[in-house]
């Protein structure tokens, strides 16, 4: 049988780390996978190997973006299946959506959704412009039931398949670990959908209640938005409890600060579904979060996570005061639940769609 060859697009490498475990699980004795976009070093250098990326890459993004689309609008016949994700210039211009309605007359196309619109977006216009996306596209794969239920109404006739999102860095869940840690990680980009204010509330709580806690907060934010949180941080005297590093990590950096902590904190407003949750529970370490997105879905509640009402500060604060007090019996039940990384079973998905695609 004729080895397939598939390409999966990520152009500015915004999801690095997803592309590398799905064209992982995507492999195959007759699966061979290329990846175009931005090779990130910082994000992957974790990983022994990655696939073959290509493409073009000057070090300027917004070149190598129109470049790499205009590789792959010459190059796409190579190829026996293309799956796309992450169109960044739907934010300014529509003409994405007809670059990848022309593509799918002449070769199998997969959109991937990961979120239904941009975090923190409220602007009108990107909404239709990702709603034409998703009028135009004929093979759509969702990740929770929700997404798959709004697209659905969005576009009836679109072939909507539900895929698997798995687990991330499992490789590197340690066996043994320390249940008497009371570090407690906010991590990933700093804005307010992430609700970083109401963690800041729930320190305070905490620290009122004498509970041996500390925050660490890690990742990029605007300056202005990082200098109101530090503000507050300081009005409410909790210094000594709240570090923020406004700083893009590396991958490795955030691997031993996670499996070093006793949880993670996801006060998220709104969101589909979050890579820092599939990192939690990949590494081995119990999360508490709002019921937003696929959470409750995805990880249950009670056994692996807490998961309280969304804006419910106290609930969260108990939360937190529980998964401290009863950490090893938390990660004793991820090790359970969760004993494989899950990405293995979309290789079956995948296939499937391209032979059945439209």
């Known amino acids: 049988m004729k080895e397939k060859k598939i390409l999966i697009v990520d152009f500015n490498g915004t999801s690095a780390i997803y592309t590398h475990y799905l064209s992982n699980g995507l492999k195959c004795s007759n699966v061979e996978v290329f990846i175009l976009g931005k090779k990130k070093p910082p994000f992957l250098d974790v990983f022994k190997e990655t696939n073959t990326y290509l493409g073009v890459n000057t070090g300027l993004k917004l070149i190598d973006y129109l470049l790499n689309w205009i590789w792959l609008l010459l190059n796409f016949k190579k190829f026996d299946g293309i799956v796309i994700q992450w169109l ?158 406004p700083n893009e990590v590396s991958t490795n950096f955030l691997i031993k600060k996670i499996v070093e902590a006793s949880m993670l904190w996801l006060p998220y407003k709104e969101i589909s579904q979050s890579g820092v949750a599939y990192t939690s529970i990949g590494l081995g370490v119990p999360f508490v979060a709002y019921n937003v997105g696929n959470f409750k879905e995805a990880f249950g509640t009670g056994k692996v996570v807490e998961i309280v009402e969304k804006d419910n500060v106290i609930d969260f604060c108990k939360s937190v005061q529980k998964v401290l007090r009863n950490n090893g019996s938390y990660r004793n039940n991820i090790n359970k639940f969760f004993p494989d990384d899950l990405w293995s079973t979309n290789s079956i998905l995948i296939k499937e769609m391209f032979r059945n695609v439209k």
């Open 88 to 245: 960044q210039l739907l934010r300014y211009f529509s003409f994405e959506v007809y670059l990848v309605s022309f593509l799918q007359k002449k070769i199998p196309v997969i959109y991937i959704v990961h979120n239904l619109y941009p975090h923190n977006n409220e602007n009108f216009k990107i909404k239709k412009r990702y709603n034409l996306l998703y009028n135009k596209v004929k093979n759509i794969a969702v990740q929770t039931k929700n997404i798959k239920t709004i697209i659905h109404k969005i576009n009836g006739k679109s072939n909507i398949i539900k895929i698997q999102h798995g687990l991330f860095f499992k490789e590197f869940r340690k066996p043994i670990f320390n249940s008497n840690s009371n570090n407690c990680l906010i991590i990933g980009y700093i804005s307010k959908y992430k609700g970083i204010e109401d963690a800041i509330e729930v320190a305070k709580m905490l620290k009122e209640s004498q509970e041996s806690f500390f925050l660490e907060i890690i990742g990029y934010g605007e300056p202005n938005y990082i200098e109101a949180l530090n503000k507050r941080v300081l009005d409410y005297n909790l210094s000594d409890r709240i570090k923020i590093y």
